[in-house]
C-alpha cells in the first residue's frame, strides 16, 4: 500500500537485530516497498545487503554532502561497482549542503556533487538529490550538467498523469496542450521525466513548480506534519500528486504523532495522511498514487 522513497535501514547505528527487527516491523505494516539510500561507502554496501536479503528492498548508491571529504577518482570508481548492483536503482543522496559553515567545504561539495551527476548520467540512472540552505547552487549544478536535458528524459519512460487532472497541471506548469501526448489506453497524458528526485523538500512552493516544469519528482517528509510548517504544506497543495512521493528519512525526521522518536519507515503512514488531507482525497487514493510514482522512478514498473 505505501513506498517509503528515502529511508535509511542501512543506519550505522543499528546492531544487526535491531536491524532485523525493524525488517518485521515493515513486513507487518502496510509498507510495501523501501529505498534504502546511501548516504557513503559503509552505508551504500549495507543497503545493497538490504536489497539482497528483502524483495521489498532497493537501495541507492552515493556520497552524501558531508560524505565527501577525501573522495578520489579510484573511490568513484568503486561507487560506480555498487551502482551497477541489480537492486541499486539510483545514484544518492547526492548533492549540497550549506547548512554548516564548518562542514565539507562548499567548492570540494560542488565538485563531487558533479561527478556524481556524471556518474548517474554515464549509468542513465535516476538521481536522488539531497539540497539544504543550497536551492539556487543546487538547480543551476543540475542543469549545467545535463540532469533535466533532453537527451536524459529520452532515456526513461514518460509520466503518466491521470487525464482528469491534465487541464489543471497543464496550467500550474504553463504547458501547452504539446507538452503531453496521449497514452495508448488513452487514460493518461504522458510527460518527459527526467527522474531526478527531490528528497525530503524543504524550499517554497515556487521551487517545488520549478522543478516539476523541468521534469523532476518532489518527496514529501515527515516534517510537512508540523503544524508549524506551512511552506511544504504549500508545497503539497501547489504540486500535482502525479509528482509526488513520501518518505521518512528515518531514523531522522520522525512525524507526528511520533516527533520527537527514532523515526522509522511504517511511520510513512502518517507523511501520507497528511498529503491526503492537503489535496482533499482519500488516504488510500494517496497512498496508491504515490507508491505508484516510487515504483515507476525506481524502475519496478514500466521499463
Ligand atoms: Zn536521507
Not at 95 to 108: A, T
Not at 117 to 131: F, R, T, V, Y
Not at 154 to 170: A, G
Not at 223 to 250: G, M
Request: charged fraction near 30%.
Amino acid at each position: 500500500m505505501l513506498f517509503d522513497a528515502h529511508t535509511h535501514l542501512n543506519e550505522e547505528r543499528y546492531t544487526d537485530e535491531e536491524r532485523a527487527e525493524l525488517a518485521r516491523e515493515i513486513e507487518q505494516s502496510p509498507v510495501d516497498y523501501i529505498l534504502d539510500a546511501g548516504s557513503c561507502f559503509s552505508d551504500t554496501e549495507q543497503a545493497v545487503k538490504d536489497a539482497e536479503r528483502y524483495p521489498w528492498c532497493y537501495a541507492s548508491a552515493g556520497l552524501h554532502p558531508e560524505e565527501v571529504g577525501g573522495m578520489t577518482e579510484e573511490k568513484m570508481q568503486y561507487l560506480k561497482e555498487l551502482a551497477l548492483h541489480d537492486k541499486v536503482r539510483a545514484v544518492g543522496e547526492i548533492g549540497l549542503d550549506y547548512y554548516y559553515d564548518d562542514g565539507v567545504p562548499r567548492e570540494e561539495q560542488r565538485k563531487w556533487f558533479r561527478r556524481q551527476i556524471q556518474l548517474a548520467n554515464e549509468l542513465k540512472m535516476p538521481i536522488m538529490i539531497h539540497s539544504r540552505d543550497a536551492d539556487l547552487d543546487t538547480l543551476t549544478i543540475l542543469k549545467e550538467e545535463g540532469a533535466f536535458s533532453e537527451e536524459r528524459k529520452s532515456w526513461f519512460p514518460r509520466r503518466p498523469v491521470d487525464k482528469t487532472r491534465w487541464p489543471y497541471i497543464k496550467g500550474i506548469l504553463h504547458l501547452g496542450d504539446e507538452a503531453g501526448a496521449a497514452a495508448d489506453d488513452d487514460e493518461a497524458i504522458m510527460l518527459p521525466d527526467a527522474r531526478v528526485l527531490m528528497h525530503c523538500f524543504s524550499y517554497s512552493a515556487e521551487t517545488a513548480l520549478e522543478y516539476v516544469r523541468l521534469g523532476g519528482t518532489i518527496s514529501i517528509c515527515g516534517p510537512v506534519t508540523f503544524k508549524s510548517n506551512k511552506k511544504t504544506r504549500r508545497v503539497v497543495e501547489n504540486i500535482p500528486i502525479d509528482f509526488l512521493t513520501v518518505e521518512t528519512d528515518a531514523p531522522y525526521l520522525a512525524p507526528e504523532p511520533m516527533r520527537g522518536r527514532p523515526n522509522k519507515s511504517p511511520y510513512v503512514e502518517y507523511t501520507c495522511r497528511k498529503v491526503a488531507e492537503i489535496k482533499g482525497i482519500t488516504y488510500e487514493e494517496a497512498a496508491a498514487v504515490t507508491k505508484q510514482n516510487a515504483m515507476r522512478f525506481y524502475g519496478i514498473i514500466g521499463c
